[in-house]
């Protein structure tokens, strides 16, 4: 192989990886972003936060599929060694954490929906820490 073709896979690999990383640093944000939405949602008892959590859900899905069909093609077309392939495999597993972190934030969205329908109940108050210590 020449050195010029070893440099093109090179770049392709490494550039498939960034692509990967910024596929679970999107995710993160959106995760985050819906956990925090969710919360000020059931607390502020604000129906446009829950709603947005719900919204979301199906890009974060999307990117979940994204990841995992590019971390396959990424192992597949390049054989990464064991470092990379680590960093691969991470990614993928860290997606799947992700999306059903996100998918929990969809459940208290939910919730606090119905929950926006009734008087404030006092108890709501006591899972407030828990939000912060998760």
Do not use: W
Not at 96 to 105: G, M
């Amino acid at each position: 192989m020449s050195e010029e073709a070893a440099r093109h896979i090179l770049s392709s690999f490494e550039s498939a990886l960034d692509n990967l990383r910024k596929d679970v640093l999107m995710m993160s944000s959106l995760a985050s972003r819906s956990i925090d939405n969710s919360r000020k949602g059931l607390f502020d008892r604000d129906e446009d936060f829950c709603n947005t959590v719900i919204a979301d859900d199906e890009q974060i899905d999307l990117l979940e599929i994204q990841v995992d069909t590019q971390g396959i093609e990424i192992m597949l077309r390049f054989h990464p060694f064991a470092s990379d392939l680590r960093n691969v495999i991470g990614a993928m597993k860290t997606s799947v954490n992700l999306e059903r972190a996100a998918d929990q934030a969809v459940g208290i969205a939910r919730r606090a929906r119905k929950l926006i329908a009734f008087p404030v109940l006092p108890e709501t108050a006591n899972i407030e820490p828990l939000f912060r210590y998760a």
